[in-house]
């Protein structure tokens, strides 16, 4: 989802929850509330997205996007442990906890992230779902395409193919595939190269300074740097700026 939709999208569930008295206890304000901290996620405001996160009453809802959050802070082990707590139902709970299973274990290195990959894919097929599992390993796409290839292709296994290489090129962090530089963290790259402090960032783009430095913190990990400095050379060298 591209920040102009995920803006979109907070607009139309803005608009939908008006529609619900304030003492509702209709399941579609569970749902509003989880869809507003996904795309909070997805601009970058995560302080957002955890407001929404506190408002839910706990459950696998909840749970699920606590780990998405924590995944974007790259806080795996706490986005483990969010996971951890939800007891999925439904086809897309069972897929949610097997994609961002397959996330954090991406994150963090781990010798089982091939392994949860293959697990979320398989969870995905029965029900063709493409867009969930494409729009969610993203940054693993590179892994994803050579797991793909490795056995026979069907029709659905093409479908993520080709929606996977139509997206940004993957930035390579110390050899390794790290997953391309999200929408939101390009903008937040762009800032670094001028001479504005991580507070006034915040204030051009909106959102918190923790917020800052959370797409920060993922920039550093994504281009394998230590600084600023570093990351605007690395971010150079890759064509980003």
Known sequence: MTYGRAGDALDGIAHARAFLPPDSTSPLRGLCQALEGRAAIQIGDLDRAEESARRLDPGNRAAILQARIDIARAEFGQAGEALAQCVPVTMRERLDVAVL?????????????????????QAAKPEGFVVAVTDDLAEARSRVARLLRSRRTGTYEQAVLDRLEGGLPSVKAHGRDAGPLSERERTVVRYLASRLTMREIAAEILVSTNTVKTHVKRIYIKLGVSSRREAITEARRLGVL
Do not use: F, K, P, Y
């Open 101 to 121: 299973a397959a996330r954090i274990a991406c994150g963090r290195n781990s010798d089982h992230a091939g392994t949860l990959l293959a697990a979320a894919i």
